[in-house]
């Protein structure tokens, strides 16, 4: 599949990405699922004091889990951040190795907010193009960039373009990774304006909805413009924000 069509916004090559994003969707749910056992964050954050009793706040049992792809971005992502803690809302952030190479402090950020932070390769590599040593290497120096800062080692990948093939698969599999895609795409990258993609998001969202905008990789201003009318119109319709772990 040529990914630039996609991005031209080719509708047959984006109903063949919806078929690919179905083919994975179940590992997604399983990833969501698996989030009440295993938090995101095993430590407290830093602010609260070690002496002080664990608040417990339950997973929401309605809930969307909202990812932001292609950061860290030295412009967006502390605005998007800003926005998510003005909300109280926890995401999950698929990062680029090369990125986050560049601003590890943005991944600490992150991560120190409360966020998941898990891996996205290290160049945005369509991984059903690679050999088996280059799909290694993209998805293992991404792991250890974002290791670095977090101090532990993403479980989910997320293949650039949804890009999902029986050796992607199997290939994840053989390092670990659980393979995520998403069920709700913002479109926000089409740069179809801010209600548009306020509207997309809004349109199909339901319960477990995996919603996929970004904070890296071009000009995220709509996106950062769509977020908080976003946060306002879940939160109105009583969703909860969960973060995904693998
Ligand atoms: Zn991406």
Same mark, same amino acid.
């Given at each position: &599949?040529?990914?630039?069509?996609?991005?031209a916004?080719?509708?047959m090559?984006?109903?063949?990405?919806?078929?690919l994003?179905?083919a994975?969707?179940?590992?997604?749910?399983?990833?969501?699922?698996?989030?009440?056992? %295993?938090?995101?964050?095993?430590?407290?954050?830093?602010?609260?004091?070690?002496?002080?009793?664990?608040?417990?706040?339950?997973l929401?049992? %309605?809930?969307?889990?909202?990812?932001? #792809?292609?950061?860290?971005?030295?412009?967006?992502?502390?605005?998007?951040?800003?926005?998510?803690?003005?909300?109280d809302?926890?995401?999950?952030?698929?990062?680029?190795?090369q990125?986050v190479? %560049?601003?590890?402090?943005?991944? !600490?950020?992150?991560h120190?907010?409360?966020?998941?932070?898990?891996?996205?390769?290290?160049?945005?590599? #369509?991984?059903? !193009?690679?050999?088996?040593?280059?799909?290694?290497?993209q998805?293992?120096s991404? #792991?250890?960039?974002?290791?670095?800062?977090?101090?532990?080692?993403?479980?989910?990948?997320r293949?650039?373009?949804?890009?999902?093939s029986?050796?992607?698969?199997?290939?994840?599999?053989?390092?670990?990774?659980?393979?995520?895609?998403w069920?709700?795409?913002?479109?926000?990258?089409? !740069?179809?304006?801010?209600?548009a993609?306020?509207?997309?998001? &809004?349109?199909?969202?339901?319960?477990?909805?995996?919603?996929? &905008?970004?904070?890296?990789?071009g000009?995220?201003?709509?996106?950062?413009a769509?977020?908080?009318?976003?946060?306002?119109?879940? !939160?109105?319709?009583?969703?909860?924000?969960?973060?995904?772990?693998?």
């Amino acid at each position: &599949m040529d990914v630039r069509l996609t991005r031209a916004g080719n509708r047959m090559i984006g109903l063949a990405m919806m078929m690919l994003v179905s083919a994975v969707i179940g590992s997604v749910v399983v990833a969501a699922a698996k989030s009440p056992a %295993k938090p995101a964050t095993p430590e407290p954050p830093a602010a609260a004091p070690a002496a002080a009793a664990p608040t417990k706040t339950p997973l929401p049992t %309605k809930y969307v889990v909202l990812t932001f #792809d292609d950061g860290p971005d030295v412009e967006y992502t502390p605005k998007v951040l800003e926005i998510l803690a003005k909300y109280d809302a926890k995401a999950t952030f698929f990062e680029v190795g090369q990125n986050v190479q %560049k601003h590890p402090e943005l991944t !600490k950020r992150i991560h120190d907010a409360g966020h998941s932070v898990e891996n996205h390769t290290w160049t945005h590599a #369509d991984l059903r !193009k690679l050999s088996a040593t280059a799909f290694r290497q993209q998805v293992m120096s991404t #792991d250890q960039a974002i290791r670095a800062q977090i101090g532990s080692t993403p479980g989910c990948l997320r293949p650039p373009y949804g890009g999902v093939s029986a050796a992607v698969r199997q290939r994840a599999k053989a390092l670990g990774k659980d393979l995520v895609v998403w069920t709700v795409d913002s479109r926000d990258w089409t !740069k179809p304006g801010t209600t548009a993609i306020v509207q997309r998001v &809004m349109k199909n969202v339901h319960s477990g909805s995996v919603i996929l &905008m970004h904070d890296g990789g071009g000009n995220r201003s709509q996106t950062v413009a769509a977020l908080p009318t976003i946060l306002k119109s879940l !939160k109105a319709q009583r969703y909860g924000f969960r973060t995904l772990t693998c």
